[in-house]
């Protein structure tokens, strides 16, 4: 049986109103969705980052072992060449300033691998908090682009303030 204001009024209202639910559904489902999505980015993009972190870790440890294996053998040359020459084993004072020239340089270039280190785990971490704060971005755009439909499939400003009256058709 029908309701008897049907005819008077239409079904337009009434399919307004489930297109409107539709919508609304669609539309949470797809942002849920969305940030499931962008949870499962941010772990993945956080993973990528620590083990990132990690192989600039090791590389720096070996580029300081390496330079202090450099240095070793630089000293052992100059301490050789020293005691070779019938000098001792103290050597002369150019063969303790060359050893102390060497193990300054060994001191200042494992400074700048580990400042090196320091600026590429930064870089990291900036990579990560963008890419966390664009799957935020996403998210928020997914609720405005929400809210966006279901007032446009409400009928927008031109219904905003209009009341349905019997007889009359928006």
Sequence with gaps: MKHKNARKIGYGPTVMAIVSIVSAASSVAGFFGQKKASGQ??????????????????????????????????????????????????????????????????????FNINRASGFASAIGQAKTDFSTAAGESAGWQSISNAGSSIFTAAGGFGTLFKIPTVGKSY
């Design 41 to 110: 980015a941010a772990a993945a993009e956080d993973r990528r980052a620590a083990l990132e972190s990690r192989l600039n870790d090791v590389n720096a440890q070996k580029a300081r072992i390496a330079q202090m294996k450099e240095a070793r053998i630089k000293r052992a040359q100059i301490v050789t060449s020293t005691a070779g020459a019938g000098l001792g084993g103290m050597g002369t004072s150019s063969s303790v300033g060359g050893i102390g020239a060497v193990s300054s340089s060994e001191a200042g270039n494992i």
